[in-house]
């Protein structure tokens, strides 16, 4: 179990180096002047002397590698600079948008799970039009971009029907459309598993038995079958924090609210490298560190592959 863990940790460590590189050589060689960012934006009009003495203050002149090994080995130490564009730690220009995006991925997360839920039981070993209604829904909206779907909601619950705002981060009114825009992907893949999961279960003795005692066909779906089927769910949590996190990024921007994906935005475009660091470390990390619990839970739940892993 312990050579199990130490590997997975080593591979999370060259995970979270590869996507530190990744995002240093692919900002740094992309169009653009950081120094315009430090001082001000475009808008600022900084003249030739003031960008040279921001360049030089900042190292901003060095070759690439010296400035990848600069910032490389502050990440190593705890810290991930100041932002050029907001002139403020990273860590704090993060931590004031962490707590918006992490309210918009739980209700995204736990729409998407209660719908899959839903429909799944409801569809599974059903008649064939019934099923391949829900299945023929679930694969146009999990194809759907995020953007399209948000736009789509904004259309209709928005401006059409005046149900819900159309931009802000405000109350519980604001949260629903880029929820809904978030999770319906997501429902639409985890629903798809999770039928074919109960499909499977609904066939075992054990129901056959559950069913023979007079129990109700909702009390063996939801009692016994829905907890045997859930186990696939559990191994695509690497999926769902992926699409969470990379779907935060266009809701937030197109819904107009606060949150890490419009900080990731904003940082990008005035290329302020250390926040946009930051961010992908940040979600790098998440992902690393739920894929390591997933790993162990399975162990957990069947000893078996101990001694495969």
């Known amino acids: ?16 180096w590869g996507a ?10 992309t169009p653009g002047d950081p120094a315009e960012a430090i001082v001000g934006g475009e808008g600022a009009a900084p003249t030739p002397e003031v960008l040279a003495q921001v360049t030089a203050e900042y190292g901003l002149d060095r070759p690439w590698y010296e400035q990848y090994a600069a910032h490389l080995w502050r990440i190593v ?7 050029y564009r907001l002139h403020t730690p990273v860590t704090q220009a993060i931590g004031e948008q962490a707590a918006a995006t992490l309210e918009l991925a739980v209700a995204a997360a736990v729409t998407g799970l209660v719908l899959a839920i839903v ?7 059903r008649r064939r039009w019934i099923r391949g209604l829900a299945s023929g829904s679930e694969l146009v909206v999990a194809s759907t971009p995020t953007f399209w779907l948000g736009i789509v909601l904004l259309t209709v619950f928005s401006f059409g029907l005046r149900l819900f705002p159309a931009t802000g981060s405000h109350g519980f009114a604001s949260l629903v459309l880029p929820a809904f825009s978030l999770a319906l992907p997501i429902a639409g893949v985890l629903g798809h598993v999770l039928r074919e999961a109960l499909e499977e279960v609904l066939d075992e003795p054990f129901i056959v038995s559950a069913r023979s005692r007079g129990l109700a066909d909702v009390t063996v779906r939801v009692r016994h079958a829905l907890r045997h089927a859930l186990l696939p769910l559990v191994t695509m949590s690497g999926y769902w924090v992926g699409a969470l996190l990379g779907g935060a990024v266009i809701t937030e921007t197109l819904f107009t609210r606060q949150g890490i994906g419009r900080l990731l935005i904003a940082a990008v475009n005035a290329k302020d490298l250390p926040v946009v660091l930051g961010v992908v470390l940040l979600s790098a990390l998440v992902y690393v ?12 739940v069947d000893p078996r592959l101990k001694g495969a892993s």
Do not use: Q
């Open 1 to 16: 179990m312990i050579r199990f863990v130490a590997w997975r940790l080593l591979a999370g460590i060259g995970v979270l």
């Open 20 to 29: 530190a590189t990744l995002t240093f050589l692919v900002l740094h060689f």
């Open 77 to 83: 130490r705890g810290d991930f600079g100041t932002s």
């Open 119 to 125: 429909v799944a039981l409801a569809t599974a070993k």
């Open 289 to 300: 560190l739920v894929n390591l619990v997933v790993d162990l839970l399975y162990l957990a």
